[in-house]
């Protein structure tokens, strides 16, 4: 054998190792490209029905906000117009009602201090009741005079 057959035969068989290699590479790289292609279309098969539902969620809850939107601008005028309402009974009936109250009030404090401050008469004689000491009366209000004529009384205001 010379020289050259024996390089011959070297490069032949590193060829031959290497076509080996490349075939098994070759037949793993087929091996995943097969599981892939399984892969994608079991994926395909279970997303197309999760893509369905999910449409159709999507359509349902689209729906139910516009409702919910349609009670919202409902609840939001009847708010406004139960304000309106308020605010009318308010001013037509508060005022006046405020007023009877406390001129009532006013009223009856008014007869209640006359009760308590009138002396016991003993006899015959007509007179006038003393004014009760240190109170102004002012309609829906009793304003005291002094500190020293409510201890004198005995009563809490």
Do not use: H
């Not at 024996?6 to 087929?30: D, E, N, T």
């Amino acid at each position: 054998m010379s020289g050259g057959e024996v390089a011959g035969i070297l490069v032949a068989v590193f060829w031959a190792i290497l076509v080996s290699f490349l075939a098994v590479a070759l037949a793993r790289l087929a091996q995943t490209l097969r599981a892939t292609t399984r892969l994608v279309a079991d994926v395909t098969d279970q997303a197309v029905p999760l893509l369905a539902d999910a449409s159709t969620a999507v359509r349902s809850a689209q729906t139910q906000i516009e409702r919910v939107d349609a009670i919202a601008s409902d609840v939001q005028e009847v708010t406004s117009n139960a304000s309106a309402l308020s605010t009318t009974v308010a001013s037509t009936f508060g005022g006046p009602l405020v007023k009877v109250a406390a001129f009532g009030y006013g009223v009856r404090r008014a007869v209640s201090g006359r009760r308590e401050d009138a002396p016991a008469r003993t006899d015959s004689a007509r007179t006038e009741p003393a004014k009760a000491p240190g109170r102004t009366v002012i309609v829906g209000r009793t304003v005291p005079g002094t500190r020293r004529a409510r201890r004198t009384r005995g009563k809490k205001d």
